[in-house]
Nanobody, 127 residues
């Protein structure tokens, strides 16, 4: 069955860095749209970054220049390098997979086109 397992979350001070990983299995990883999403307490889920099956990337404006999404297709693993972290980045971060078309949706940040989700990994940034 489909599995998405996130790791790498933790607590850091503002300005610090973390690297999240998502190990995927149970589906043809290289042909899917992969993404990172986050949800803070009391807030709506929001898209952070996506990477298409052809390697195209998109980011939320709030993380541009600070976060980098990447993947290792040989390992079926998705990554999110987060630098210059801010307290407002504090959230549960989720890995998600969707059909290739999900990466070409203008509303990808809503996450509604992604059918598979991991359990999440907590990121806490203190000031």
């Amino acid at each position: 069955q489909v599995q998405l397992v996130e790791s790498g979350g933790g607590s850091v001070q503002a300005g610090g860095s973390l690297r999240l990983s998502c190990a995927a299995s149970g589906f043809p990883y290289s042909s899917y749209c992969m993404g990172w999403f986050r949800q803070a307490p009391g807030k709506e889920r929001e898209g952070v970054a996506i990477i298409s099956s052809s390697g195209g990337k998109a980011y939320a404006d709030s993380v541009k220049g600070r976060f980098t999404i990447s993947e290792d297709n040989a390992k079926n693993t998705l990554y999110l390098q987060m630098n210059s972290l801010k307290p407002e980045d504090t959230a549960m971060y989720y890995c998600a997979a969707g059909a290739w078309s999900a990466c070409y949706s203008g509303s990808w940040v809503l996450g509604s086109s992604f059918g598979y989700w991991g359990q999440g990994t907590q990121v806490t940034v203190s000031s």
